[in-house]
């Protein structure tokens, strides 16, 4: 896929986040999700939660894309009772907050990560992998929908304190 302005990308490295990490893939989620129209302040509640990427790294593993030097990407990937999952089941990764640097998007970043987490789920023994993501996050959905993922509209999660609930995607493996 060529990156904007036509040029075939660097190829992408996908490696374990370290703490020095921390600072870009906070960067990045932030401007994410506010350049996505997810949210409109950084100073939104849950978006403070986002940019804590320390919280997410002490419980989940905290993944990135790089590319030419450059984080690009990252997702948190998590089993079921490491403490940030939110509807993993006994056997099932769940991954939260794919995101990709907005200067980087489509550029194939989002897909390599997924697949990341897919075969860390399968080299666990995992049955499935599965996600929430925002109910009206179009991108989102479509991306999931490509990789084969399913929704499993019985397992939607309800965000606690709101009248919100989260679709749910899973993919058996």
């Known amino acids: 896929m060529a990156e904007r302005g036509g040029a075939e990308p660097a190829p992408l490295t996908i490696r374990p986040a370290t703490p020095a990490d921390y600072p870009e893939i906070s960067r990045i989620s932030v401007e994410a999700y506010l350049g ?33 030097g450059r984080i690009v990407g990252s997702v948190t990937v998590m089993a079921h009772g490491d403490g940030f999952d939110q509807v993993a089941r006994e056997g099932e990764v769940e991954f939260r907050l794919l995101v990709v640097d907005p200067g980087a998007q489509r550029t194939g970043a989002a897909t390599a990560l997924v697949h990341d987490v897919e075969a860390r789920a399968a080299r666990q023994g995992a049955t499935a992998v599965v996600l929430t993501t925002g109910p009206d996050w179009d991108a989102a959905h479509a991306l999931y929908r490509r990789l084969g993922y399913e929704r499993a509209p019985e397992r939607d999660w309800p965000i606690p ?12 493996l």
């Open 36 to 68: 996505a129209g997810y949210f409109s302040s950084a100073e939104h509640p849950y978006m403070l939660q986002i940019a804590d990427v320390a919280y997410r790294a002490a419980r989940g593993t905290v993944v990135v894309a790089e590319r030419g």
């Open 161 to 172: 304190g709101t009248d919100v609930w989260l679709p749910v995607y899973l993919k058996r």
